[in-house]
């Protein structure tokens, strides 16, 4: 027998067959490197107290003073001191939408000293970091989507209103409401307002309704627009006493994008000479998805094509040229950018967008059909983050194997952008990640949160822990905020498939992993061989091999195909590979 060259852990092309596969069939918990994985820290909460509903957005802002973290629920908006966030809301709060498949996510940024953020479904808000308390009413339309270019607030997918009109809950008769010269046709979108009275039975407050004109002072509603065109109607009884109730019309503009007036966020009514204005984005690739913001520029994401926006002052202020056809956003949240790249999730698999113009697939034979085949539900769920630490991109979704609540994510994909290389992350619970700042952890009290402090990956004087460092954040299923610097995750790297003799069967008799741990009394490492004879076979698992003191897992595995599966548990630096010595056995 004698000793085989080592075997690299190669980068994650789980989408190829497993045969003589150029990379690593699975690569689980782990970041990637040049050559090679670096271990994967684990998720840390970090605040003192949770948020009332599951985490919708998180924004960490950059001013003056250091940074300030920011976050948005269902419900409210948060501002986080120390570790602990308060409700800055404005009176009354919100009111996103929370089914799934339809669900609102805030979307933040940063103009001057305003923090300005936006679910879809309240008016824009707006906080001055400088003189403000609460978040307030930007402006009266909605808007799901927000970016800054240049001197201008951007959003998109805009909802605009109507001044509500009142109606006597009273006079209602045969299911029809009385609003004299009402205006309204059918199917036009209206939403109640209970207007701080009882609502009336079969209609909720906020909820959104259809038109169905009798004639042009009466009125009645239904569910859906199909509903109003075929005359199902909601019913309505009049109330004893005569009480003023709401309806508000809005039309919702799924392709505008709209800007503000340059230099002033306050300003949104079209002009040439602030350069405030709109645009809509005609045509049959679905709605804005997202805007990404930058100096120059923006790219806009609808859900089947990819639009770029460059200033070029007036008349037109901003011109539109599409950059992709037939490829868009499958997902909002699914959008991430560092410097001039943009990586994101399309109907087909991962891209990158670099220089807002240049596309190119990143997950192709290598994760987008493993990640299709695993991602089960709380589609609207995924969300994003970019952690420059690393330098890399993070997914994080919902996958086999998960369980509790279906709004808990128990996988990531991970991406390193600076070596165009994969991995994937399981066994987790995050309920929504995205990239953020923390809180110095400058007193002993505040490194309590991280346990162990000799089971950390850097050491405490590092700048990992120092304040303002900008990377992974997200929430876990008891909606408290932390980052991901605890201890390393459990990882699990399976190499190529390879014959240990060629066209022979053969037997492994040892396997030194090359592993790096920092202290070798607190890392497991195993190697488990798995086999078949031939390429129909199904595999099978073999028992796992605990390393010995001297780096060796000694065992016999016989078989035609061989890979192995190498588990390290505990805080390790780096897997490269491993090493093997097998044997010919004969062709049997």
């Not at 599951?54 to 419900?75: C, E, H, K, V, W």
């Not at 808007?143 to 607030?153: C, E, I, M, S, T």
């Not at 169905?212 to 627009?225: M, Y």
């Not at 679905?286 to 806009?300: D, F, L, Q, R, T």
Request: hydrophobic share 35%.
């Amino acid at each position: 027998g004698g000793v085989m060259p080592d075997i690299q852990f190669g980068q994650l092309q789980a989408d190829l067959p497993s045969y003589e596969n150029t990379g690593s069939i699975q690569v689980d918990n782990v970041i990637p490197l040049a050559v090679g994985y670096k271990s994967f820290p684990s998720f840390t909460a970090l605040s003192s107290n949770a948020l009332t509903n599951n985490a919708t957005g998180l924004f960490s802002s950059i001013g003056d003073d250091g940074t300030i973290n920011y976050a948005g629920d269902q419900g409210k908006l948060y501002r986080m001191s120390g570790l602990a966030f308060s409700d800055i809301s404005k009176s009354g709060g919100y009111f996103s939408k929370t089914t799934e498949g339809s669900r609102d996510f805030w979307s933040f940024t940063q103009f001057g000293d305003n923090i300005i953020c936006s679910n879809g479904t309240d008016p824009i808000q707006k906080i001055n970091e400088k003189t403000d308390t609460l978040f307030s009413n930007l402006v009266t339309f909605t808007a799901k989507y927000l970016g800054v270019v240049r001197d201008f607030v951007f959003s998109g997918f805009v909802t605009e209103y109507e001044a509500k009109k009142d109606f006597n809950s009273n006079a209602i008769s045969s299911n029809a409401i009385t609003i004299s010269s009402h205006g309204y046709l059918t199917g036009d979108t209206v939403v109640y307002d209970k207007n701080s009275n009882t609502a009336l039975t079969n209609l909720v407050d906020k909820a959104t309704y259809y038109v169905v004109k009798i004639d042009a002072n009466s009125i009645k509603l239904a569910t859906t627009n199909l509903n109003a065109v075929t005359t199902v109607v909601i019913v309505l009884t009049a109330t004893a006493g005569s009480e003023t109730h709401k309806l508000e019309k809005s039309i919702i503009y799924n392709q505008r994008i709209k800007w503000s007036a340059i230099n002033d966020s306050s300003d949104w009514t079209p002009s040439g000479d602030t350069q405030s204005g709109y645009q809509d984005i005609v045509g049959s690739h679905g709605s804005v998805m997202a805007i990404v913001g930058g100096e120059s520029y923006a790219v806009i994401f609808m859900e089947r094509a990819i639009y770029r926006m460059d200033y070029v002052g007036t008349p037109l202020i901003f011109q539109f040229s599409k950059v992709a056809d037939n490829i868009g956003a499958f997902i909002p949240k699914s959008i991430v950018s560092f410097g001039s790249d943009i990586f994101f999730l399309a109907q087909d698999g991962f891209y990158k967008l670099s220089g807002g113009d240049t596309l190119a697939p990143i997950g192709n034979g290598k994760v987008d059909d493993y990640f299709f085949n695993d991602l089960s539900s709380d589609l609207d769920g995924v969300s994003s983050a970019i952690d420059p630490n690393n330098s890399v991109a993070v997914w994080s979704y919902r996958g086999s194997g998960a369980d509790g609540t279906n709004d808990i994510n128990n996988k990531l994909l991970i991406y390193n952008y600076s070596v165009d290389k994969w991995a994937t992350g399981s066994g987790l619970d995050v309920q929504f990640i995205s990239s953020g700042s923390q809180e110095a952890f400058d007193t002993l009290e505040k490194l309590d949160v991280l346990g162990n402090l000799d089971a950390l990956p850097k050491t405490l004087d590092s700048y990992y822990y120092s304040s303002g460092v900008y990377g992974l954040a997200g929430f876990n299923s008891e909606k408290k905020f932390g980052k991901f610097l605890g201890g390393s995750l459990p990882a699990t790297i399976d190499t190529t498939e390879f014959q240990g003799a060629k066209n022979s069967r053969s037997a492994i008799t040892n396997v030194r992993p090359i592993v790096d741990a920092k202290t070798s009394s607190s890392v497991t490492v195993t190697v488990t061989p798995i086999t078949r004879n031939t390429q129909i076979e199904s595999i099978a698992v073999g028992s796992p091999v605990s390393i010995q003191s001297n780096g060796d897992c000694p065992m016999r595995s016989s078989s035609r195909y061989h890979r192995l599966r190498v588990k390290t548990t505990g805080n390790f630096l780096t897997m490269s590979g491993v090493d093997v010595t097998a044997k010919p056995t004969g062709k049997r």
